[in-house]
């Protein structure tokens, strides 16, 4: 016999489940067991995300070239994985695009609630089709210095980077992109 | 009727220390090349992908989803085995006796020099309850083991410490192999102790590296030029995870695990139908408990058959020419992938140095180190 969720009343819940509420477990009401993993990891890069690491730093986009199909990739990568085969040259790209995807977001990167009817600026990630790369290759990133509501598929961007100073060879030496 | 099944392509990258200048995506790339050249076949012809990766050691969470770029896989079959590298082979050879596909590739790789705490990573595969409370190291367990093994079966640490010697001289001569130096038993014996009876030499290093296998049907291999050699039986098994009440005096997973593999096999007396073998030895006392597991040698009679050089390379029963794990590295879940290059490697002729006469059949038998009870076999062939 299968019981329906409309057939569990709220009477049937109380008679046979026993609800734990924070309380019982915080307060040790419960018994617990609590473990803090350590997990450390020194990830290689490679040549490819290396150099474009690099050139991040240097406030540079450089992408990679493969001769038989013709993509300028970005991420720069040490093969094609579409003609399996190295790549070629290295060809360093602008630092604009065009918005191919983007989102408004209410939430943050840990799915937490933001208080937008407080005030604070919904997360507006996207991805960025990058001027001298092949159609469809892009980063992702975030945009900014615009009205949330104003953004639009197909918006022409233009990298805002950090200081030369305070870079360090990663994603966020770029600060985000902006309406050119 | 059952399909043959062939090993028709091998490449691997070696075993090494550290590998700063390539991430996984190259490390990778590099073995499929050579695998792809060495079958004489493209990305294309194959059928389906099957990788191995197990989250923690890789440091991605879902890193199945990481697999296909570097095989030439993209929008292809693909899925991954979160278990040892034979288990993936053991897929790959389903895929294709189930006349899904004629050619099928399987992937394994270990970055191990990349993880950072690795007693933490394998604290956290124990029981949160029961276990990791207690604190023990992963080497202490190994050494509960060893200890258990020993007395029971009547082998020695001397004879332990007889493996190491033989196998990190064995990687010496072997071009893939990092971890190869000439020892002398004492220097083993007195090695500083561990968790006793474990020393320090007893316990293998760490390796990075790939290997990419490409495996066809009998019908497909006619036409291609990658010399086959034949997967005459597979198997593989799993005890019980409980520290509690596992069976510490033998490694019975792999007794199990074998016993499926020699049925499909059609083997009777393992020790004279098969030539060689490439086992996990990632303690010392391993290679003793896992030949007397696959039934190489009675209980008990394994460091004996060591000590009296039936093992060595020119041994009656050569058992990790390559160096195994003592000399080429642990390499997590492509612990497998290592013992199948290396026996395919040695049934072509093609192990330089270390070259077995005589080598017809071979026994690839890997562990998924502490705290696992899982081991898997796969018997390879000329014929
Ligand atoms: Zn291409």
Not at chain 1, 126 to 137: C, F, H, K, L, P
Not at chain 2, 46 to 57: H, L, P, R
Not at chain 2, 210 to 224: D, H, I, M, N, T
Not at chain 2, 339 to 357: D, M, P, Y
Request: charged share 25%.
């Amino acid at each position: 016999m299968t019981i329906s969720n409309k057939q569990m009343t709220k009477e049937m819940i109380e008679k046979t489940v026993t609800s734990l509420s924070r309380e019982d477990v915080i307060g040790n009401k419960v018994i617990t067991s609590k473990w803090e993993p350590k997990l450390q990891y020194a990830w290689d890069n490679g040549p490819a995300i290396g150099r474009y690491l690099a050139e991040l730093k240097n406030g540079k986009l450089i992408a990679k070239k493969c001769r038989k199909c013709n993509r300028i990739m970005i991420p720069p990568r040490m093969f094609c994985e579409l003609c399996w085969r190295p790549t070629d040259e290295w060809v360093y790209v602008k630092d604009s695009g065009t918005v191919n995807t983007f989102v408004i977001s209410h939430v943050d990167w840990k799915a937490g609630r933001l208080d937008i009817k407080g005030g604070v600026r919904p997360f507006t990630p996207a991805v960025i089709e990058i001027d001298g790369a092949s159609e469809g290759m892009g980063i992702l990133h975030m945009i900014d210095e615009i009205d949330p509501q104003k953004i639009k598929i197909g918006m022409k961007v233009k990298a805002i980077w950090k200081k030369p100073a305070e870079r360090e060879g990663a994603i966020t030496d770029i600060l985000y992109f902006k309406p050119r | 009727m059952v399909k043959r099944v062939a090993i028709v392509g091998v490449g691997t990258t070696g075993f090494r220390a550290t590998t700063p200048d390539v991430s996984y995506r190259e490390l990778t790339y590099e073995a499929a090349t050579k695998a792809y050249l060495n079958a004489g076949i493209e990305p294309k012809d194959v059928g389906a992908f099957v990788s191995t990766a197990e989250d923690f050691t890789e440091g991605y969470s879902i890193a199945d989803e990481y697999s296909p770029d570097q095989l030439g896989a993209v929008l292809k079959p693909i899925h991954t085995v979160p278990g040892d590298f034979i288990q993936s082979l053991a897929n790959a050879y389903m895929i294709i006796q189930s006349g899904f596909c004629d050619i099928a590739v399987v992937q394994g790789l270990s970055k191990a020099s990349n993880m950072l705490t690795k007693s933490d990573m394998i604290t956290f595969a124990t029981c949160p309850f029961t276990w990791r409370p207690l604190k023990e190291s992963h080497h202490a367990i190994a050494a509960m083991e060893m200890n258990r093994f020993l007395q029971s079966s009547g082998n020695t640490r001397e004879q332990c410490a007889k493996v190491v010697v033989k196998n990190r001289r064995n990687a010496l001569n072997n071009p893939r192999a990092v971890h190869g130096t000439n020892l002398s038993l004492d220097d083993v014996l007195h090695s500083e102790i561990v968790s006793h009876p474990l020393g320090r030499l007893d316990i293998a290093q760490y390796a990075d590296g790939a290997v990419v296998c490409v495996l066809a049907s009998e019908e497909k291999v006619q036409s291609l030029k990658g010399e086959p050699i034949w997967i005459k039986g597979i198997g593989w098994a799993t005890e019980t995870s409980a520290l509690e009440s596992r069976t510490w005096d033998e490694a019975v997973y792999l007794k199990v695990a074998s016993q499926m593999a020699y049925k499909m096999a059609g083997i009777r007396s393992p020790r004279k139908e098969i030539d060689f073998a490439e086992i996990n030895d990632e303690y010392s006392y391993k290679e003793l408990q896992h030949l007397e597991a696959l039934g190489i040698f009675a209980k008990g009679e394994s460091g004996k058959s060591v000590e009296a050089g039936l093992t060595e390379i020119t041994g009656e029963f050569p058992v990790n020419a390559s160096g195994g794990n003592l000399g080429c590295g642990a390499t997590l879940e492509l612990d497998g992938g290592h013992k199948v290059i290396e026996i395919v490697l040695q049934l072509r002729g093609q192990a330089g140095t270390n070259q077995l006469k005589n080598a017809r059949t071979g026994l690839a038998a890997s562990w998924r180190g502490v705290p696992t009870t899982t081991g898997a076999v796969a018997i390879l062939a000329k014929e």
